[in-house]
């Protein structure tokens, strides 16, 4: 089969079986355009922003487990998708860019739209390409795919010059069947002595704490990490990233811990005095001031990458590899252990811990004036609880309550932005779940000022009928900047009021979409439940919240996991008490 | 501690930058980095010379094997290893200094590869405090530039550093 260039971009992504691309055309990729209008097996999704492109195809990975991808043109379609390529990056997200770039001869000579984009990439991808003939565009494909999805998942781009596409250059194509380089052999199994010696750990534990991330996602090893906790009986808490590995609903999940995490999780990790870290990175968000983490504790850290083995937070126990095949022999040397882990002490530990947990530290004053954006929370939990659902969410306060409140029994059914903290991701990363499951539900949880960011992406899910539902928790403010304000600035709320708000309600409604404002707590359930009973549209809920409610827990950046800051609210309680 | 590793990196455009950019985006002190493709020309060999504590240091081991053009890596400072480092001296040679000059790179072993009327280059191969004793030796006024490779190192004993 002899193809042009433009035609084996197309034909390698189709063998590699994608099936939806998002993308924005342009000068340097109009040949592969060209081809892609030639044939029907893949859907190219037209966004109207680069950023969403890529932010739309992480979704779709998020929520899929397979690599997204997004086709963007040289130039200023390259630099708008930054954004997209970095969030993934931060996330270990399988993605592959593909950005057109001037023809080749005229690289380097500041042509038109000409700009470095695998030199701007570099320090947030996990590998990229500049293809230089088209000899090499099967293969540089086939080995973009295989990086972005092995060992830690990343973003991968691939630099495309348009003379490279040319249609009247025909050459035969042959799509590789497997690819093996001699640079990178990701790691899969761990290493048994390293399994045994934290067996051995564990089995003398006395205050133990699983602490997984989402590397537990990212490595579908959801069933093997339940199997872990329920022959050891193991406390565990997820990471921000690692929510539905555990369901809310088990008795062993102590919630999310971290700078907004609850006060059982957090209180466990600091008085615990074995960690078991499983894909999970030790973000500064996490742990807090590294000097105070978890000062009882040895560690196990199970992680596929060496690089983020003992790079925060000195480890006892490394054990590289994949989570699933790890947690499998783990759970396997477990069982053949003739020692159990102490039941007595296992109990006390428990104990203690129901203590922490009673104190219910999520709770807030509840309104009939005002909508409480947790009540909000809870009551999309509620609704929504029957339903193939999957939430979404840009980045600020509203992000924390919907981690806090909404009760993960999946994985990949919470998607969101965790180490870059992109405002703007949620929208179109939304767009992205959607077209991989039409029939789920699919809602977006966001704030005025976030959703400003990728709004545009209104069109897109009008062309496309995604019937999304965007609940947008509206403080009239970028909420999570006016906290620290209010904490750490007595108050001064520079520039972090959004003024000049549009009527969402109306806006929505120009753009094809069902639009809904809602002020009074009395109305929100049956306004959701009449939101989520429109199949076909996309309903955009305006929803007026308290405007200074703020997120608690909090352990300040710097402090540690027992210098938590509870709300006001319980505090007076239990001066009151 | 000073630490010289020695990378064996895909001989791709790109590769050096992948290298440089890792250490200055994670802020890891380089001192010195020397490459060149090896007898495979698909392979290129960097020796580069870093400072750090341990930790620092196992970091940027595992960041370089990250690097997916990074093929093999060792780093020399954990055994027995070799370390040699190229400069080219060009001094003032006057008159009354070119006897003392000569003397001195024959002390030293080094080579005197030009002369002018007024000047000499002289090469010298060594470890870096070799050169450095060097140059202390050499009256600094009549030092008109220094040029140094950066060290190449290799491993003592038969094993070599191979794919
Ligand atoms: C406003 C805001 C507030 C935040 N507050 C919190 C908070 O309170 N608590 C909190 O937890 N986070 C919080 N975050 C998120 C935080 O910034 C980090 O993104 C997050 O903590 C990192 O999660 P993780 O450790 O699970 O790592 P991830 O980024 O999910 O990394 C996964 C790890 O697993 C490894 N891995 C990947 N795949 C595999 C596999 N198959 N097998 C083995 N290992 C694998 C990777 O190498 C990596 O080390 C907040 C973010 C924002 C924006
Ligand atoms: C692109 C980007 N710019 C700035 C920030 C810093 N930031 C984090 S949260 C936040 C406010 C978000 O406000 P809003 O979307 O209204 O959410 P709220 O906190 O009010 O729920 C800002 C500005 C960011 N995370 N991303
Ligand atoms: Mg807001």
Redesign the interface.
């Known amino acids: 089969m002899e193809l042009s260039g433009a035609e084996i971009v197309v034909q390698a992504l189709i063998d590699e079986g994608v099936e939806y691309i998002w993308g924005y055309p342009g000068g340097a990729v109009l040949h592969i355009y060209d081809a892609l209008f030639q044939q029907k097996k893949i859907r190219h999704i037209l966004v109207r922003h680069e950023q969403a492109a890529t932010h739309a195809a992480d979704g779709y990975a998020r929520a899929t487990g397979k690599p997204g991808v997004a086709l963007v043109t040289s130039g200023p379609g390259a630099t708008n998708a930054v954004t997209g390529i970095a969030t993934a990056y931060m996330d270990s997200i399988p993605m592959v860019v593909l950005t057109g770039q001037v023809p080749t001869p005229f690289i380097g000579s500041d042509a038109f739209q000409e700009v470095d984009i695998t030199g701007i990439t570099r320090p947030c991808v996990k590998h990229n390409f500049l293809i230089k003939r088209v000899e090499d565009i099967a293969e540089t494909i086939a080995k973009a795919f295989y990086i972005a999805t092995t060992g830690r998942p990343g973003p991968v781009l691939i630099d495309i010059p348009k003379d490279v596409t040319d249609p009247n250059v025909r050459i035969p194509y042959e799509y590789p069947k497997k690819i093996s380089m001699r640079s990178y052999k990701p790691v899969e199994k761990g290493h048994p002595r390293q399994i045994r010696k934290a067996v051995d750990l564990m089995v003398k534990a006395r205050r133990p704490v699983i602490y997984t991330g989402g590397g537990v996602i990212l490595g579908d090893a959801s069933d093997e990490l339940r199997q872990l906790v329920e022959i050891t009986g193991f406390p565990v808490t997820h990471t921000l990233m690692g929510l539905g590995a555990v369901p809310a609903s088990d008795k062993r999940f102590l919630g999310m811990l971290g700078m907004h995490g609850t006060y059982e999780a957090n209180m466990a990790m600091h008085e615990s005095d074995l960690i078991i870290a499983i894909g999970a990175r030790f973000d500064d968000r996490v742990t807090g001031k590294l000097a105070s983490f978890c000062p009882h504790a040895k560690i196990i850290h199970v992680d596929v990458d060496p690089a983020s083995i003992s790079k925060n937070v000195k480890v006892d126990v490394p054990i590289v590899g994949q989570v699933k095949p790890v947690l499998r022999d783990m759970v396997k040397v477990l069982k053949e252990r003739k020692t159990k882990p102490d039941a007595k002490a296992l109990a006390a530990w428990w104990e203690r811990i129901e203590g922490w947990r009673a104190v219910e530290c999520l709770r807030y004053p509840q309104s009939d004036k005002v909508i409480k954006p947790q009540y909000a929370i809870e009551l999309l939990a509620k609704v929504t609880k029957r339903r193939d659902f999957y939430l979404t969410s840009d980045v600020g306060q509203h992000q924390m309550f919907a981690a806090q409140f909404y009760p993960f029994e999946k994985p990949r059914r919470w998607i969101n932005s965790g180490g870059l903290g992109t405002m703007g991701f949620g929208l179109p990363a939304a767009m992205g779940v959607q077209q991989a499951f039409p029939k789920a539900t699919v809602a977006c949880v966001t704030g005025e000022a976030s959703i400003q960011m990728c709004i545009q992406e209104l069109a897109t899910c009008s062309q496309y009928k995604l019937p999304l539902k965007i609940i947008l928790l509206n403080n009239g403010y970028m909420g999570m900047v006016r906290q620290w304000q209010e904490l750490f600035y007595e108050g001064r709320y520079s520039h972090s009021y959004v003024d000049a708000l549009p009527d969402f309600a109306a806006l929505a409604e120009t753009y094809g979409h069902v639009g809904m404002t809602i002020e009074d707590p009395a109305d929100l359930e049956a306004a959701y439940k009449e939101a989520f009973g429109m199949k076909d549209r996309l309903v955009f809920m305006n929803v007026l919240v308290d405007p200074e409610e703020n997120v608690y827990p909090m352990i300040e950046a710097g402090k540690g996991h027992h210098e938590m800051h509870m709300s006001p609210y319980l505090t007076a309680e239990r001066e009151l008490a | 501690m000073r630490h010289i590793i020695s990378v064996l990196?895909?001989n791709e455009?790109?590769a050096l930058?992948?290298v440089a950019?890792l250490f200055a985006?994670r802020g890891y002190n380089i001192e010195s980095l020397t490459v060149a493709p090896t007898e495979d020309p698909t392979l290129s060999r960097m020796t580069l010379v870093t400072h750090g504590d341990e930790?620092i240091i196992?970091?940027i081991v595992?960041?370089l094997?990250?690097l997916?053009?990074?093929?093999k890596l060792l780093d020399l400072s954990d055994g027995p290893h070799i370390e040699r480092e190229l400069m080219m001296v060009k001094v003032k040679a006057e008159k009354g200094m070119r006897e003392e000059l000569k003397r001195l790179a024959d002390i030293f072993r080094a080579n005197i590869i030009d002369v002018t009327a007024t000047s000499y280059t002289i090469e010298l191969t060594g470890h870096g405090h070799k050169l450095d004793a060097f140059l202390e030796a050499v009256p600094e006024e009549v030092i008109i530039e220094v040029v140094r490779s950066g060290p190449l190192g290799i491993s003592r004993g038969p094993k070599g550093l191979g794919?």
């Open positions: 990196i895909e455009s790109g930058a992948r950019g985006a930790r196992e970091q595992k960041q094997n990250k997916i053009d990074v093929v794919l």
